[in-house]
């Protein structure tokens, strides 16, 4: 009971399925993502990296390793977005990165997570996150206060 031209026109009407658009997958930790970027602009011999987003845990990371001499200087830009940070390396940077989850790091435990974490005593700072704001190992140790450990550098 059906034509040749019907039967074409059924097969040829299927609906279009639309195609999938390509999904990003969701950022868990600027903080890492910020430290790994980084790390590897350091490594191939960069001398300035562009980080993005920006967090106030960022900013207090980066014032740690300028501190101590690691970077150079670094310059906030707000693009009423994420926020960007350019940093200007200077290679002394060997490795930085997280420690994830963030562990309690108190007073008596200093030397343990230090000895885990670097690779030597005589150089690299863990970053924690303290009551008395984000500090390296040796300044928490100064001030007599424990916390979180957020990461490391050396």
Known sequence: ????????????????????????????????????????ASRKGKRQVVLHPSSK???????????????????????????????ELNGRLNKCGIVSPRYN???PDIDEFTTYLLPSRQ????????????MDHEEARRKRTGGKVL???Y
């Not at 009971?1 to 658009?21: A, E, G, W």
């Not at 900013?59 to 009423?80: A, P, R, S």
């Not at 150089?123 to 984000?134: A, C, E, K, P």
Request: proline share 2%.
């Open 57 to 87: 845990v960022l900013v207090k990371f980066l014032t740690c390793m300028q501190k101590h001499g690691y970077i150079n200087e670094f310059e906030i830009v707000d693009d009423h977005r994420g926020g960007k940070i350019v940093v």
């Open 1 to 40: 009971s059906y034509s040749f031209c019907t039967l074409l026109q059924t097969k040829f009407d299927t609906p279009k399925v639309p195609k999938k658009t390509k999904q990003k997958m969701t950022r868990m930790s600027t903080l890492a993502d910020a430290l790994k970027t980084m790390a590897n």
């Open 123 to 134: 150089f690299g700072f863990v970053v924690m996150t303290t009551s008395l704001g984000i």
């Open 105 to 107: 790091m108190a007073l």
């Open 151 to 153: 990461g490391f550098f």
